[in-house]
């Protein structure tokens, strides 16, 4: 019985108006309120967060989640909008663009390169949906409106509240939240099986091998498995350098194998016996329990833990990290493998998540979507590095190593364009500065998160925001000028 919930986003309008000449803030509080419902007007003095304001630090280190972004020297915006109706949204957008100013918009503030509250482009203003976290599941039709500043926990705690039956396929991270999240594909464990829902039952497993137990094996075999096997397993390798524990002061590669799968534990034994052996799952490996707690041990809580910890948006908490993405879409072979381990260790702060794609992901046409990565794409890797130490030495040193290990992935990844997933943003895949070459600019980081599509982005941008208003440093840019 597959049940799935549609998301509805709160979506952003534009008009035009005109610019009085105050200060920026004097200049939106003017605007917003002539441009907000009267109804919605009382509060509009309480959204705008000037420098000045006591409570702008905090209104904007609480959606910060990349410590890389939090330094004295990061560009901070002049203003932080934070609505509480939508229409207090449309005003700022009309009010931003009769001056015009740089925006950006802000859901929840995790993406990885910061753009949402970012900007080398000054002076900017920073539109915060935080407020704007109302979800109504309608369980009667299988439809959900969530409002772009909910957290994915909120919405799987709102549909567990509903059914315990329904669940909606987004990402692991209950922080994360659902603007940003869906504005840029956003893929969770249920992606093989899309459309989703499950009647209860979910088993899931972790496993550690190191290289002088044959991950080698194991990872030649998942190649083989995880893109093919029945649409409701998921199985995701995470891969990290660590000491031999059996070789002292040898370096290895740890390989650890977590999996969803939307049915029993015998079932799934039986499947995997057959099918992946080289893992050798036995049922005490498994915990038969509902989605909801699942989604809780996806993301390193203790089975039992209640579904009210999915509403915890942890504030003002940010590591400094670094990510990128690959796509493979022909299987590594053993050598290849075994080549790439001894790079790992040689990088050694760098990890690795590998995510299966296939099932439901090759059956959709790489045409029917903005997101083109659908069949023909094995796998999709995360690489990933946190740290600890403040400053542009350590993040140099880090970003760094994150960037060489993709350089040795090359041979192994897509090509022309080598694809990258627009939520993992990269801003070292490409930026625009908007000046005359901002079409050229726009190609090389449109081609590979898009492909195909990008030309056709471009169509409806020049239809849509011809003018170029909403831009960030990875946006469609407008067609060359002829
Ligand atoms: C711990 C962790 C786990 C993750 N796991 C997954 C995962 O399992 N699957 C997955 O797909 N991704 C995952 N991601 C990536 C995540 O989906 C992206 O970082 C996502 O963009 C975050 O959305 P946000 O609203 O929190 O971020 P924001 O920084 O607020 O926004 C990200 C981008 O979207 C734009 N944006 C945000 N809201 C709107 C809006 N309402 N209208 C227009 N544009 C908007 C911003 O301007 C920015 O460009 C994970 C990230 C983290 C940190
Ligand atoms: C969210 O829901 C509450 C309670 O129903 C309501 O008072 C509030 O106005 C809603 N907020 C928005 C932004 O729609
Ligand atoms: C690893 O593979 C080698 C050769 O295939 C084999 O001899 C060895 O027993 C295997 N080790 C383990 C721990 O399975
Ligand atoms: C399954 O859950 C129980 C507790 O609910 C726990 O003791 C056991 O370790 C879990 N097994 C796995 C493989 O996670
Ligand atoms: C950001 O820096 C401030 C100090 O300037 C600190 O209080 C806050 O906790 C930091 N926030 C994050 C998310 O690291
Ligand atoms: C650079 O990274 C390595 C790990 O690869 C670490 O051992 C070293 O301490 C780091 N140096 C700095 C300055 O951060």
Redesign the pocket.
């Known amino acids: 019985m597959a049940k799935s919930l549609i998301i509805l986003l709160l979506l952003l309008l534009h008009v035009s108006a005109s610019f009085a000449d105050f200060s920026l803030y004097s200049h939106f509080l003017k605007c917003l309120t002539k441009h907000t419902n009267p109804s919605d007007q009382a509060t509009i003095s309480t959204i705008l967060f000037a420098q000045s304001n006591v409570w702008y630090p905090s209104v904007l280190q609480n959606y910060i989640r990349n410590a890389r972004f939090n330094t004295s020297s990061t560009p901070k915006p002049s203003l932080i909008i934070t609505p509480?109706?939508?229409s207090h949204v449309q005003s700022t957008i009309v009010c931003a663009k009769s001056i015009p100013i740089q925006i950006k918009i802000r859901s929840g503030g995790y993406d990885y390169e910061g753009i949402s509250y970012v900007s080398d482009l000054r002076p900017f203003v920073v539109l915060n949906l935080f407020?704007?976290r109302?979800i109504t599941v309608d369980i009667q039709n299988d439809v959900a409106v969530v409002?772009a500043g909910a957290t994915l926990g909120k919405l799987y705690n709102q549909i567990w509240k509903s059914s315990k039956i329904h669940g909606f396929p987004a990402g692991v991270c209950p922080t994360v939240v659902v603007g940003g999240h869906l504005s840029g594909g956003g893929y969770g464990n249920m992606l093989r099986q899309y459309g989703l829902s499950v009647d209860n039952v979910i088993d899931a497993r972790i496993v550690d091998r190191t290289l002088e137990q044959n991950a080698t094996d194991l990872v030649v075999q998942w190649q083989e498995v995880a893109p093919h096997v029945d649409d409701r397993l998921f199985i995701r390798l995470l891969l990290r350098p660590v000491d031999s524990k059996i070789v002292k002061g040898q370096k290895t590669v740890r390989v650890s194998v977590v999996t969803l799968f939307l049915g029993g534990a015998d079932e799934l034994v039986t499947l995997l016996e057959k099918q992946f052996p080289t893992l050798g799952l036995k049922k005490e490996n498994c915990n038969e329990t509902t989605w909801i707690d699942l989604v809780l041990w996806w993301t390193n809580y203790p089975l039992g833990t209640k579904p009210e910890t999915l509403l915890d948006r942890n504030l003002n908490s940010a590591d400094f990290l670094k990510r990128k993405s690959d796509y493979v879409q022909n299987p590594i072979s053993r050598d290849g493998l075994e080549w790439i381990w001894k790079r790992v260790i040689e990088v050694w702060s760098i990890g690795f998540v590998f995510n299966p794609y296939g099932g439901r992901m090759s059956e959709i046409p790489s045409d029917a979507t903005p997101f083109p990565h659908w069949a023909g794409n094995l796998l999709k890797i995360q690489y990933s590095v946190h740290w600890e130490v403040p400053g542009s030495v350590a993040e140099k040193n880090y970003t760094t190593q994150a960037r060489r290990l993709y350089s040795y992935m090359t041979p192994f990844v897509s090509k022309n364009p080598r694809s990258s997933f627009l939520n993992y943003r990269d801003l070292d895949i490409g930026i625009n500065t908007f000046g005359e070459n901002s079409y050229e600019e726009g190609e090389v980081y449109g081609l590979k998160y898009f492909n195909d599509n990008f030309e056709r982005l471009v169509k409806v941008k020049s239809e849509v925001d011809p003018e170029n208003f909403f831009r960030n440093e990875q946006s469609i840019p407008v067609p060359p000028k002829k």
């Open positions: 509480l109706h939508e407020n704007l109302n409002q």
